[in-house]
């Protein structure tokens, strides 16, 4: 690991925003600088959203981590990525749910989605299973893999769509960005869900015909 590298990883510890082991290895695991384009890695270890084209960023890295934490993936699951952009999210979860977990990325601008692939093909996890990415609207959620354990988004609307909440099991959990807040929402029985609302966040915009995201 790049002395940068672990830097990046000892100052989000230290900030207090990474805390769970597995997480924490994740981040040590997947390198940001294998995400951004070829231009900026020089800045991929900054704390600050960096751009990745076509008007989406790769989320700052604090940012990522307090999402992660909240999410709280676990060996085994299956997870909706909505926004996978670069793909650097989408590598964080395949790396958590380990080799009998899934997680399923969505991209609609299809050069992100390729670059996706691409930036994911460099830890083998499309290769072994652990990771799809799929150049599609998340509009929908992606009903041929639901339910999901777990499910992410990494652009913000104005409220979380109903459809990725069906798609939720019971006892999962979803995080995502609405306006300026993350929420984080938990899925008690299949009417009946609990909500955590952090405010303080600026997100990219999640519209209906593209998508956003790490």
């Not at 989406?56 to 993936?73: D, G, H, N, R, Y």
């Not at 793909?87 to 991209?107: K, R």
């Amino acid at each position: 690991m790049k002395s940068s590298h672990r830097q990046l990883v000892t100052d989000l510890i230290a900030s207090g925003v990474l805390k769970t082991s597995e997480i924490i290895a994740a981040f040590e695991a997947i390198d940001r600088a294998d995400f951004v384009p070829a231009e900026l890695v020089s800045q991929a270890y900054l704390n600050e959203p960096l751009p990745i084209g076509f008007g989406q960023t790769i989320s700052q890295p604090w940012t990522v981590a307090f999402m992660l934490e909240k999410l709280q993936a676990k060996i085994g699951q299956k997870i909706l990525d909505i926004g996978s952009g670069s793909g650097w999210q989408t590598a964080l979860l395949a790396h958590l749910v380990g080799q009998t977990g899934l997680v399923i990325g969505l991209e609609l601008i299809p050069e992100l989605c390729q670059m996706s692939r691409q930036n994911i093909a460099r830890y083998n996890f499309l290769r072994r299973g652990i990771a799809e990415l799929h150049c599609l609207n998340a509009v929908k959620g992606f009903p041929a893999a639901a339910p999901f354990d777990r499910i992410i988004s990494a652009a913000a609307a104005p409220e979380i769509s109903a459809v990725w909440l069906e798609q939720l099991k019971v006892g999962g959990r979803l995080v995502a960005p609405v306006d300026s807040t993350i929420v984080l929402v938990r899925k008690v029985t299949p009417d009946k869900f609990d909500r955590e609302v952090f405010p303080g966040f600026a997100f990219v915009p999640f519209v209906a015909d593209g998508e956003n995201g790490n």
